[in-house]
């Protein structure tokens, strides 16, 4: 699992159980855990994405607490809303979402973001991988091929990833390549694998995801040494988001030097340029199906601020953007 972010409590490894069912058993990461899932037996991934700073501390001063908390809880739901909507996603490359889980706050001072719980994928990241060394050429396209895979089956729903990077990529044993991370709220925030246009803070589609793939593949084999990927990676790192291939072309120049067959086009995948779809950086097409059993209520309605507390919120870095 991706094991860079960072978590929010402390480590509660043996002892707290999530949803009275996901007893946490190792910390694996920042904000990820090995857990049993105590009604079936089966080992998972459950992992709580850290609120964004601007909302993540409640010790706000007195005049701005009430509101700040209200912003807080709409940020919690937001983040419900995007796990939720994950769980749609699905593809042998795309780390299942199995539960999504919203726990009273300590203090039972409304809804915490949520816990996220995935399948648990054993082996290795690409970024641990990495570290040992460069891939091959055609071992490199057969990774991309699989996280491209991920990525298709996502965009046809409407939902982007933003957050491609050798650390969400696992490498299970059995050769299995699966993309993991997906819905978390990613701020944009910089580094060689985010798009140019999500560094310039323009949002991001699906062209963007194809960016950071191909920003990974040139990560994942030696220097000076992508032979036959090459003009792909070229073209996926073009600075303009109109001037990138898409899936389907990806797709198949991927398969050539992997050496496998060319995937059948995702149901509901866009035939348009990539850039032209899911040009926000949260992009869910749809409200997500009921899949999961657990209610939370409602998140507060939006209220006018008054003018003095809409100015020390924004003065503190609270205000809405």
Same mark, same amino acid.
């Given at each position: ?14 002892? $707290? ?8 058993? #190792?910390?694996?990461?920042?904000a990820v855990?090995?857990?049993?899932d ?5 080992e998972?991934? @459950?992992?709580?994405?850290?609120l964004?700073s601007? @909302? ?8 701005a607490?009430?509101?700040a ?6 940020v ?25 889980v ?17 399948e ?6 690409l ?8 891939l091959? @050429? ?5 990774v ?10 996502a ?6 990833? $933003? ?25 944009? $925030?910089?580094? #060689?694998f985010e ?6 803070g ?7 995801? +194809? ?14 040494? &992508? ?10 790192l &073009? ?5 990138? !291939? ?14 496998e ?15 032209a ?8 097409a749809?409200?997500? &199906?009921?899949?999961? &059993?657990e ?5 507060p !309605?939006? $209220?006018?601020?008054p003018?003095?507390?809409?100015? +020390?919120?924004e003065a ?5 953007g």
């Amino acid at each position: 699992m991706s094991d860079d972010d960072g978590a929010s409590g402390g480590d509660t490894t043996g002892e $707290r159980r999530v949803a009275g069912r996901y007893r946490l058993l #190792e910390r694996v990461g920042g904000a990820v855990w090995r857990a049993l899932d105590e009604r079936t037996g089966r080992e998972v991934a @459950v992992r709580q994405p850290p609120l964004p700073s601007s @909302v993540a501390s409640t010790g706000a001063p007195s005049v701005a607490s009430s509101v700040a908390g209200e912003e807080r809880e709409r940020v919690a739901h937001r983040l419900l809303h995007e796990a939720r909507a994950a769980a749609r996603v699905e593809h042998p490359s795309a780390v299942a979402v199995h539960d999504v889980v919203a726990e009273a706050e300590p203090g039972g001072e409304g809804v915490g973001p949520p816990w996220i719980v995935t399948e648990w994928v054993p082996g290795e990241s690409l970024r641990d991988r990495l570290a040992r060394g460069p891939l091959d @050429v055609e071992e490199a396209a057969r990774v991309g091929l699989a996280v491209l895979g991920a990525l298709r089956a996502a965009h046809a729903i409407g939902i982007v990833h $933003r957050d491609v990077r050798p650390a969400n990529v696992l490498l299970a044993p059995s050769g299995r390549v699966a993309l993991a991370g997906f819905g978390f709220e990613v701020p944009a $925030r910089g580094g #060689e694998f985010e798009a140019p246009e999500r560094g310039a803070g323009r949002g991001g589609g699906p062209a963007s995801d +194809l960016w950071s793939l191909g920003a990974l593949l040139r990560a994942a084999v030696a220097p000076g040494d &992508a032979g036959p990927l090459e003009p792909l990676l070229g073209r996926l790192l &073009a600075p303009e988001p109109e001037r990138r !291939p898409g899936a389907e072309e990806t797709a198949a120049e991927l398969a050539a030097v992997a050496g496998e067959t060319v995937p059948e086009p995702v149901v509901g995948e866009t035939a348009s340029e990539p850039a032209a779809v899911a040009s926000e950086p949260t992009a869910v097409a749809t409200e997500p &199906a009921a899949v999961l &059993a657990e209610t939370v209520p409602e998140p507060p !309605p939006e $209220r006018r601020r008054p003018p003095a507390v809409a100015a +020390l919120l924004e003065a503190l870095g609270w205000a809405k953007g």
